[in-house]
């Protein structure tokens, strides 16, 4: 027990220590030596995680109900939640760009006329984003268009509240069971999210990915100012002209395949694409 206990607080050493000097850069940025900076992981939130056993036990979220859907009338109106924490509870667990992350995707899909409910940093505990996607969930009526993003910690297939919750994909899925929206895309930048888009895979979703079921994600440099994933999914809209979610989906995850094989890491972005037709947001 002592063993595995030194090498558990190794590897979370090695994790909260681990950057990498990044080769990506924004086309229009030549930095100096001085002001090249470093990217880092996002790594696995149990390794990080050194409450006791039982105290963690505590902090499962994975017990729901589907949210009772409400037809308010405004058939074809368009709903956005977003989420990004860069600001956890303890300092060892903080990230980097998770918040800007939400700020980019709230300002994008404004501009394309949803109405969205963001919530950042600290404002994103367990008891907020239950009621939050809730409120999303019951609003996912057939003519409506529903989005969620989800920007930060991840482990095991569960997001990770600003309070330190593990909030599960059967969470997720139970919460949409009901939906009858044919148009619905879910983002997740995280560590081993993957289970995120088996769980919610179902007639007229996308669900994105920034990684699979046992690798990370990562932040990006300064030049970059976001997850790597985020950053190449806003590359395709802002800079490649994408109209529509497939494409952009597709540009990001070969993007960041290329960006990891330069900086010599391993990452699994992917989507499932379960939409009839071309998502334009």
């Known amino acids: 027990m002592k063993i595995q206990k030194l090498t558990k607080l190794a590897l979370v050493a090695m994790l909260a220590g681990l950057t990498l000097i990044s080769c990506s850069k924004k086309d229009d940025v ?36 589907p949210a009772k859907l409400v037809d308010n009338g405004e058939k074809g109106a368009k709903y956005a939640l977003v ?30 006329g949803y109405t969205v409910t963001s919530l950042i940093d600290l404002a994103a505990t367990s008891s907020a984003i239950q009621s939050a996607l809730t409120t999303l969930a019951s609003k996912a009526i057939a003519g409506n268009e529903i989005t969620f993003i989800y920007s930060g ?4 297939g ?6 330190l919750y593990y909030i ?41 990915v920034a990684s699979n079921t046992t690798v ?18 806003m590359k ?7 109209i529509y979610v497939e494409n952009d989906c597709s540009y990001a995850c070969t993007q960041m395949k290329a960006w990891a094989r330069t900086n010599g890491v391993t990452v699994a972005p ?10 334009d947001l």
């Open 30 to 65: 030549n930095l100096t030596n001085d002001e090249q900076t470093s990217y880092s992981v996002r790594p696995d939130f149990a390794t990080l995680d050194n409450r006791p056993a039982d105290v963690i036990a505590k902090f499962q979220v994975t017990e729901t109900e």
């Open 83 to 112: 989420i990004g924490i860069s600001n956890y509870a303890g300092t060892a667990n903080d990230l980097q760009y998770c918040d800007d992350d939400a700020i980019d995707w709230k300002n994008r899909l404004v501009a394309e």
């Open 153 to 156: 910690h991840g482990s095991s």
């Open 158 to 163: 569960n997001i990770i509240s600003t309070d």
């Open 168 to 208: 599960s994909s059967s969470y997720f899925k139970t919460k949409f069971a009901n939906a009858t929206s044919t148009k619905m895309f879910f983002s997740f930048d995280a560590c081993q999210i993957g289970a995120m888009a088996t769980s919610l895979n179902k007639t007229g979703r996308i669900i994105a």
């Open 216 to 233: 990370y994600s990562y932040d990006g440099d300064a030049t970059m100012k976001n997850g790597v994933f985020t950053y190449y999914q």
């Open 236 to 242: 395709g809209f802002d800079s490649m002209g994408y």
């Open 270 to 279: 992917s989507y499932k694409d379960s939409y009839t037709g071309s998502f």
